[in-house]
């Protein structure tokens, strides 16, 4: 009964290949969001994406791209992979109301190494 | 200007000790949330606590305590009696403003040991 899941868990790939990362949430939360975790453990927000909106982080190259097929996933596809691109890629998703309010559930995470 | 800081990249603290770890964050909304994530050498990130903006006790689950100093702009977690499967990175974040899309800010994270 996984609540947030990430497929692949393990990535290798070369340079400028296309590669798409895949998470699917069971909790029926609204948000959904991508994070990545550099090398130096330093986790940063990419996307948040809800039924509505999308709220992309200006730092994001247009490279990558969320894509929605339904509420409760939301796949990462990245285009023309860089060396830069190697990191550790959590999805995670929340939904509004109770005690600890937008309570953010992250996914088991996906280490994506460019080579 | 950094949002969410954390000052110490690591810590040790024995076993079955308290041990504090700091947090301070820097925003201009009134309305904002903070949060507190471990995460073990697995990778897994572990939900631990929260503390609403307004709210006026400090929030406590179980073995951690948060200590909320609005004034001062700090979020320190607390975590008493210390268990060797305490050790792992722990990560301060802040949500700003109310809406459900809005995104977690985190800091640069603190690595505990916990020494037997």
């Known amino acids: 009964d996984t609540a947030v899941s990430q497929t692949p868990k393990y990535l290798v790939t070369q340079m400028g290949n296309d590669k798409s990362i895949k998470c699917e949430q069971n909790?029926?939360?609204?948000?959904m969001y991508w994070y990545k975790q550099d090398s130096k453990k330093f986790l940063k927000i990419m996307f948040s994406?809800?039924?509505?909106?999308?709220?992309i982080n200006e730092t994001v190259p247009n490279r990558f791209s969320p894509k929605s097929p339904d509420k409760a996933h939301l796949n990462l596809h990245i285009n023309s992979l860089e060396l830069g691109d190697s990191a550790v890629y959590f999805c995670a998703s929340s939904q509004g109301g109770g005690r600890n309010l937008y309570e953010q559930y992250f996914g088991p995470g996906t280490r994506l190494t460019v080579t | 200007a950094q949002k969410i800081t954390q000052t110490q990249p690591g810590m040790f603290v024995q076993e079955k000790e308290a041990v504090t770890l700091d947090c301070t964050y820097d925003t201009s909304d009134p309305s904002y949330g903070l949060f507190w994530y471990k995460q073990p050498s697995s990778g897994e990130m572990i939900f631990l606590i929260y503390q609403g903006s307004y709210d006026q006790q400090n929030a406590t689950e179980g073995r951690y305590s948060l200590n909320f100093q609005k004034a001062r702009k700090s979020a320190n977690l607390v975590i008493s009696a210390s268990q060797l499967g305490d050790s792992a990175m722990y990560f301060c974040?802040?949500?700003?403003?109310?809406?459900?899309?809005?995104?977690?800010?985190f800091g640069g994270g603190t690595r505990l040991m916990v020494k037997p």
């Open positions: 909790l029926g939360h609204d948000t």
């Open positions: 974040a802040m949500r700003e403003g109310l809406n459900a899309g809005n995104m977690l800010t």
């Open positions: 994406y809800n039924n509505k909106e999308l709220i």
